[in-house]
């Protein structure tokens, strides 16, 4: 019940208009049961002490928080999520000059360019407040990474000449495929180096393989400016993630990057080149019980 009263409360938040969104579609992207992928994988012991001592279980649960905000777009300042746009607009920096807008000569270019963001979701931690949820590790509005505060390595991706997947095609890339020589074949685009330029003439690939490129720093860092967020790659993400679009198009399921075909993307081009995900991370833990915490056996999802 508390869960819902805080996302009710978001929901009735003021909206905004249709090129950016807020925490209010956030909230309402938060409702979808398949990207939580809620399940009892387990059960949790607590030993209780009075006269005599006896255990207590609790279920072990997992499911997925929309942690993160992603967002990509072409120049600084347009960042489709409203409640970030005014930490984004750097002074003397502009984007890469390669515009995505239908009306631009430059629209069927090759190679393309996009600022991105990660954000901390509130939405994401006041769920993680319920009982029956575990407990999110964002910081509520967090700017865990902005592109154009990182500009030179996002403009250059000089601090990852050393990683050998800049180096090695089919290493790294965003692709559905798990064989290295298919994933290359089929792949929308290489997670490294990390940076905004990209060779990748459908517009919607871009923006997410860009996306998904932001979210490597906040999970891998390196010699970049960022905010950890606490979790490696593996934590933050699987294998491309749990990524649910909310910008252009409110999506109420979630996908991995990479699946989709070229007919299934067109509906979601933006001609601004304004984008924006929540990244689901996976989470297990136990639903809190009387007495001292004692130990857990996990045993799978129970259907």
């Known amino acids: 019940m508390k869960i819902l009263l805080i996302i009710l409360f978001f929901v009735n938040a003021s909206t905004v208009n ?4 807020s925490v209010t579609n956030l909230a309402n992207s938060a409702t979808s049961e398949d990207c939580l992928d809620y399940c009892v994988d387990g059960v949790c012991f607590w030993l209780v002490c009075g ?15 929309p942690d993160f905000v992603v967002s990509s777009y072409n120049e600084p300042g347009e960042n489709s999520f409203s409640e970030v746009q005014s930490l984004d607009v750097m002074k003397n920096i502009q984007g890469g000059n390669l515009t995505t807008n239908s009306k631009s000569k430059r629209a069927n270019s090759g190679l393309k360019f996009k600022e991105a963001s990660v954000t901390g979701n509130p939405v994401a931690y006041a769920m993680g407040q319920a009982k029956y949820l575990c407990n999110s590790k964002i910081k509520p509005y967090m700017p865990y990474y902005l592109s ?33 020589t298919d994933e290359f074949l089929k792949s929308w685009g290489s997670l490294y180096p990390r940076s905004g330029f990209l ?7 871009t923006a997410s393989v860009i996306a998904a490129r932001a979210l490597e720093v906040v999970s891998d860092g390196g010699a970049r400016i960022y905010q950890s967020s606490g979790c490696t ?15 252009p198009v ?4 979630c996908r991995a990057f990479g699946i989709e075909s070229v007919e299934e993307l067109k509906d979601k081009v933006d001609e601004d080149g304004q984008y924006g995900w929540t990244a689901w991370r996976n989470y297990g833990c136990c639903i809190p ?3 001292a915490f004692i130990g857990s056996s996990i045993t799978g999802c129970l259907n």
């Open 51 to 65: 006269w005599g001592c006896s255990v207590k279980t609790t279920p072990h649960i997992n499911h997925n928080l």
């Open 289 to 291: 019980g009387p007495g």
């Open 233 to 247: 790659s593996a934590d933050c993400m699987k294998k491309n993630g749990k990524w649910q679009m909310i910008s």
């Open 250 to 253: 409110e999506e109420n399921s």
């Open 18 to 21: 249709a090129k950016t969104f």
């Open 199 to 205: 060779n990748q003439k459908n517009e919607v690939k």
């Open 148 to 180: 154009t505060l990182d500009e030179k390595m996002w403009r250059s991706g000089l601090s990852d000449m050393l990683y050998l997947s800049t180096w090695v095609p089919g290493m790294n890339e965003v692709s559905s495929n798990k064989n290295q």
